[in-house]
Nanobody, 125 residues
């Protein structure tokens, strides 16, 4: 499975960006797919993840109400809609996919995921 992110860029405070992750290969709807972000020198942080047709969808507190994660199984694509962006959202954003049934406890953990994209940079200023 390969994951390829797109949609990053530079945006003003309060603006919006839509990140997409195209997956090649089958990823079960029951497996977690998520977004992580990382600032140089800091640990990678879980942002949001989803599974089971969106019946599992969780967000880190700092993005709740601003970001929305969704998955189009027909297109094998994961999307992160980011609104009301803040300077602290500036980071490299990574798409990730697991190879085991998703649990709410594991969705925000890096170790849950086996496949990672190359990342797309988001800069808010």
């Amino acid at each position: 499975v390969q994951l390829v992110e797109s949609g990053g860029g530079s945006v003003q405070v309060g603006g919006s960006l839509k990140l997409s992750c195209a997956a090649s290969g089958y990823i079960s709807d029951g497996y977690c797919m998520g977004w992580f972000r990382q600032i140089p020198g800091e640990e990678r942080e879980g942002v949001a993840y989803t599974a089971r047709g969106g019946t599992i969808a969780n967000y880190v507190d700092s993005v709740k109400g601003r970001f929305t994660i969704s998955r189009d199984n027909a297109k094998n694509t994961l999307v992160l809609q980011m609104n009301e962006l803040k300077p602290e959202d500036t980071a490299m954003y990574y798409c990730a996919a697991s190879v085991a049934p998703c649990t709410e406890l594991g969705g925000m953990r890096q170790g849950t995921y086996s496949y990672w994209g190359q990342g797309t940079q988001v800069t808010v200023s």
